[in-house]
């Protein structure tokens, strides 16, 4: 009852589920032997805008976008996975303060203007 899989959806739609949403759980696969690997994970960040903190694997680029135990956490396996959302679920000062340091994380780094500077920075 509190799990929806929607399937494709646009920019409007992605953005009511954000605002009703309380935590981003998308854990991958380590497919690094199969030369596939997750990159930076964007859809962490675009969470994060909403203050919704993540769940994930730690596999490729996913640790540039959550930072275990601040804006949300990292698994080292997909084991742990129940186990993990049945404890953050429960507690939902901790799920409500990675949330905040998700959004001010999010704000404070990845805003286009943030991306930018940092750019021109390195050019």
């Known amino acids: 009852n509190h799990v929806y899989f929607v399937g494709n959806i646009n920019d409007f739609q992605k953005k009511e589920i954000f605002e009703i949403s309380t ?3 998308m854990p991958t696969l380590d497919e690094s032997l199969k030369q596939s690997i997750e990159g ?3 859809s962490y960040i675009e969470a994060a805008m909403f203050g ?3 769940v994930a694997t730690d596999t490729g680029g996913v640790s ?3 930072i275990d135990e601040e804006t949300g956490i ?3 396996s997909n084991k742990n996975l129940h186990v993990c959302l049945k404890k ?3 507690n939902k000062p901790k799920l409500n ?3 905040q340091k998700a959004k001010e994380r999010a704000l404070g780094e990845f805003t286009w ?3 930018i500077k940092k750019y021109l920075n390195i050019f």
Do not use: E, K, W
């Open 23 to 25: 935590l981003m759980v």
């Open 88 to 90: 953050l679920l429960s």
């Open 74 to 76: 990292l698994l080292n």
């Open 40 to 42: 930076f994970g964007i």
């Open 97 to 99: 303060i990675l949330g």
């Open 52 to 54: 919704i903190p993540s």
């Open 64 to 66: 540039d976008a959550i």
């Open 113 to 115: 203007d943030n991306v």
